[in-house]
């Protein structure tokens, strides 16, 4: 499952795939309807791979939840995220049977289902183990980019000669 690239933006229904960087943050595609969008630097974005829920023991990684529900589910598609509360609870307690029931909120699990859902619908879901060096060395080079891109816009620029 490459999910290195897959956004989402606080605000914005659905999930985006980041596409290229420019001068004043970035083009993000949508996943639900393929239009891009231009995103600022101050706009609230998470990347899928850096998300991670309560467990009592520690915090699991999004990804590792989304390939459990990938084996689950055989790579179809999930359960509805519109689905009462109740059934969403006893699902997601099937694939993450510790999860922290104080701190994961019945909203966490509805997002999760449909990220899911909208990940699987695009060929995106995967029961592979994914490989951990290539998740680091792209979010090095998203990292790199940004601090890049900050850097050059704090520069004052040279008046011109007259």
Known sequence: MNVEKIL???????????????RSGFVAESLLDGKKITVGMKSNVSLLSEISMYTHSEEKPLVEILRAIAVKENEGPAISHKEDNAKLIEYFSQIV??????????????????????????G?????????????????????????KNETAEKPKAKAKK
């Open 97 to 122: 049977p510790d999860y922290d029931e104080d701190r994961v909120y019945a909203s966490d699990i509805k997002k999760v289902l449909n990220w899911y859902n909208m990940l699987q619908a695009k």
């Open 8 to 22: 989402a933006i606080s605000g914005k229904p659905g999930l985006f795939e980041l596409k290229i960087q420019t």
């Open 124 to 148: 995106m879901v995967s029961k592979e183990e994914p490989k951990v060096e290539n998740a680091e060395s792209v979010k090095e080079q998203v990292v790199e980019e940004v601090k890049a």
